[in-house]
Every structure is written in C-alpha cells, then in structure tokens.
C-alpha cells in the first residue's frame, strides 16, 4: 500500500496486484460473449449486488460495442423491491445515459415479452429483473429468449430475485447462470474506522456453462473484482486504489516544498 501511494503521489500508476487466472471464468465472461445467462442472488439480501454483477458484465461488453447501448427492463415488483438503477451512480462507473434505455414493465409475462424483442433489437445489452417464479419463466420461456439473443447478436442477462438460493433447482436453455453474493469489503486498517475504499467485489459460483463441462465446480465460490475504469473483470485479490489519480496532488507541502528547492 505505501508503494502505490508512493507512486500515485510520484505521477506514476501504481503496479497491479498479482491475478490468479481462471480461463474457464475468462471464458465465461468474455465480453465478446452472447446469449442468454442468469444470475441469482445467493440470499435475498444479496440482490444488489447480483444487479451490480450485471450491470459491471454489460459494461464489459459495451467496451466492444459502444454503439448497442444497455436496455435495462425493470418489472414493477422488483423494482418495489430492489429499487430502480440509479442514473447518476451509472454515469459515475462509466456508462453514458444515452446509451442506457429503461423499461418498465407490469408483470413477468410482459418481462419476458419486453426482453425478447431488446434481444433482436440490435443493442449490445439487455439487462431484465424479473420477480418471475419456475412456472412463469420454464424452458419454453428460456428457449425463446435463447434464440432471440442468438438471432440478434445480443448477450441477455436475467435476474430473478424471488429465485435466491435456488440456482442449483432451476432448469432453463439458457448458456450459463451464476449465483451471486456480496463479496466481504477489503480489511480495515488498524484503527480505522472504515475499510479502504477499492472495486466492488462479487462472490460468484458458476452453477452452469454450456460448452465448458467439468470446468467449474458447482459448490465453489470465487471472489472476482470489476475494475470500472479498464471494464474488465478480475481474480481477487486486486489494488484498492484506482490505477488513475483524479488530480496531481499539487497542495501538500513535501511537493511545494520539492518545488521551492527546484
């Protein structure tokens, strides 16, 4: 830690921490990636931050197709429940709010229905939270928002809230699911009062890979870590400091001091 501020008060960017490789999880969450996956939250409480999953995996992929854009599909339900995205706090991790289309929708039948025309539509992104049980999201759903990603070129990712904890009892077409928790912030310093800000950071058991069997063990969790500014995602551990300063600390008095000597 005393290396990198070092660096950061030097101009420099700091090094970044070592990642442990994971190809099959580099695989799965390639951003080139289409079609349709799911993610659930582990626990109810863990709904947020399997949105934030999404929302970082759709950011990832719009670094290679700035001009899809995002359409988020909101059902009423869940968003009583989880809230709506927050439009300031999307800009601040890097998605403009042009490219960001919001839908709202009544109930799971037209959730499904609103999401499978996003997907042939064209846009790089199509996010829908759905509070959508077993019975109203079956394989025949599945199968059709599969093809429609196909069709259109699109990566669909499915949030069912009301589905948490049940990853490993849900049967769908879709190409891979995840279940997600809130990952444990970094340590606290000693005598600090909060933990050090960094990345956000996901647990992640992958429950089902198309086309990579026997690559995950479905009762493992990883810890990963979006980094916002590079869109990309990592192995924990990861550099809690941003790689960028905002500002070149120009008024603390060992750099004037530096400066008078010059």
Do not use: N
């Not at 929302?55 to 339900?77: H, N, T, Y």
């Not at 019975?135 to 948490?164: E, V």
């Amino acid at each position: 830690m005393r290396r990198r501020i070092a660096a950061l008060e030097a101009g420099g960017a700091p090094a970044p921490a070592a990642v442990p490789r994971d190809e099959g999880l580099s695989r799965l969450l390639d951003p080139g990636r289409g079609g349709l996956r799911e993610a659930l939250p582990a626990r109810p409480t863990d709904a947020a931050a399997a949105a934030g999953f999404a929302f970082a995996l759709a950011l990832s992929r719009l670094r290679l197709r700035p001009q899809g854009g995002i359409v988020w599909i909101a059902e009423d339900m869940a968003a009583r429940e989880l809230g709506l995205p927050y439009g300031r706090g999307l800009q601040a991790a890097g998605l403009p709010p042009e490219l960001l289309v919001l839908a709202r929708t009544r109930r799971p039948r037209e959730t499904l229905w609103a999401m499978e025309e996003a997907l042939k539509s064209g846009a790089a992104v199509v996010i829908a939270e759905s509070w959508a049980d077993a019975g109203a999201y079956d394989l025949t759903a599945s199968r059709r928002l599969a093809l429609a990603a196909r069709r259109g070129d699109c990566a669909g990712l499915l949030l069912l809230p009301r589905a948490a904890g049940a990853a490993q009892r849900f049967a769908s077409a879709a190409e891979a699911r995840f279940e997600i928790a809130a990952g444990a912030p970094p340590p606290r310093a000693e005598g600090a009062p909060r933990p050090l800000p960094g990345p956000p950071i996901f647990r992640l058991r992958v429950v089902k890979a198309r086309g990579l069997v026997g690559a995950f063990d479905a009762q493992a969790w990883r810890d990963i870590v979006f980094d916002h500014q590079e869109a990309e995602f990592h192995g924990a551990p990861f550099h809690a400091l941003p790689r960028r300063a905002s500002a070149a600390p120009v008024d603390r008095p060992a750099l004037a001091q530096k400066r008078a000597f010059a």
